[in-house]
């Protein structure tokens, strides 16, 4: 697991990104057929990028803070990417064009750049504790 944790990583963050784009492709009445809450289905997505800084910081051995942002730069990235492509592909999105990028790196910053810090901290707390079970 230690030395895997980088690949891990990023498919957690792929995953995530591909997941949720699929899942904004589909209108609210198809989760509701099958009882599912579109929302926190998306929300709950963003553990994932989490999982993927946290897994950074504990394994890494040097520069934990800089390879865990990193992952939340990385997930900029991945929804700048996303959105860019569906927009080619011609779906309907809600930022197009390069002012839409532009928003949509302000957006994915204010959320995934807290979240890479928070799971810096958290993996900055376990790591005294994961240290001394072995």
């Given at each position: 697991m ?10 957690l ?7 949720s784009?699929?899942?904004s492709l589909?209108q ?9 809450d ?6 709950s997505?963003w553990?994932?990028p ?6 950074a910081?504990?394994y890494?051995k040097?520069y934990k803070?800089?390879?865990?942002l990193t992952f ?11 959105n860019?492509?569906?927009?080619l592909?011609g779906?309907q ?7 839409g990028?532009?928003d ?7 959320i995934?750049?807290?979240i890479a810090l928070?799971a ?5 707390l376990?790591i005294?504790?994961l240290e001394?079970?072995d």
């Amino acid at each position: 697991m230690k030395s895997n944790y980088i690949s891990i990583s990023i498919i957690l963050i792929i995953f995530a990104e591909i997941t949720s784009q699929l899942i904004s492709l589909f209108q609210n009445y198809v989760f509701y057929r099958i009882n599912i809450d579109r929302d926190t289905l998306l929300i709950s997505l963003w553990i994932l990028p989490f999982i993927a800084s946290l897994l950074a910081t504990i394994y890494a051995k040097k520069y934990k803070l800089l390879i865990s942002l990193t992952f939340g730069f990385f997930a900029i990235l991945m929804t700048i990417s996303s959105n860019l492509l569906l927009n080619l592909l011609g779906y309907q999105v809600d930022f197009e064009g390069l002012y839409g990028a532009i928003d949509m790196f302000q957006i994915s910053f204010f959320i995934n750049i807290p979240i890479a810090l928070l799971a810096s901290l958290v993996g900055f707390l376990l790591i005294p504790t994961l240290e001394s079970k072995d």
